[in-house]
């Protein structure tokens, strides 16, 4: 998993209960972070959004990983995605620390 921060210690909760349940996560702040890490580990599952990042950043960040790999599948809690209709969720109405937040991530991954 690839989550795009911006100040990290809002997503610290949920990044610590993904990686309780095993998942790896890597953590990037923008596109060349972004495009480093994903092509460093061959590519991640889900790109999850914090809340706080910056709609451009978000939009870049997405529309360029989603060029490199169409089937990648992206959770934002904040910007909303342009462009983007498939295997995405919008959990805006979450806060990610909280366990409806998590809970809802958790199924969106389930689902996948």
Same mark, same amino acid.
């Given at each position: *998993?690839?989550?795009?921060?911006?100040? @990290?210690?809002? *997503?610290? @909760?949920?990044?610590?209960?993904?990686?309780?349940? $095993?998942? /790896? &996560?890597?953590?990037?702040?923008?596109?060349?972070?972004?495009?480093?890490? #994903?092509?460093?580990?061959? +590519?991640?599952?889900?790109?999850?959004?914090?809340?706080?990042?910056?709609? $451009? &950043?978000?939009? =870049?960040? !997405?529309?360029?990983? +989603? !060029? &490199?790999? @169409?089937?990648?599948?992206?959770?934002? #809690? $904040? @910007?909303?995605?342009?462009?983007?209709?498939? =295997?995405?969720?919008?959990?805006?109405?979450?806060?990610?620390?909280?366990?409806? $937040?998590?809970?809802? /991530?958790?199924?969106? /991954? =389930?689902?996948?």
């Amino acid at each position: *998993m690839l989550a795009l921060l911006a100040d @990290p210690t809002r *997503m610290q @909760p949920l990044l610590l209960q993904l990686r309780r349940l $095993g998942l /790896l &996560v890597d953590t990037v702040c923008d596109l060349q972070s972004a495009r480093t890490a #994903f092509f460093s580990s061959g +590519g991640h599952d889900c790109l999850v959004i914090a809340p706080d990042v910056r709609p $451009g &950043v978000a939009n =870049r960040v !997405a529309s360029s990983l +989603g !060029a &490199v790999d @169409p089937d990648l599948a992206m959770a934002t #809690f $904040g @910007p909303e995605l342009r462009e983007r209709t498939t =295997r995405t969720a919008r959990l805006k109405s979450f806060h990610p620390g909280s366990r409806a $937040g998590q809970g809802a /991530l958790l199924r969106f /991954l =389930r689902s996948l």
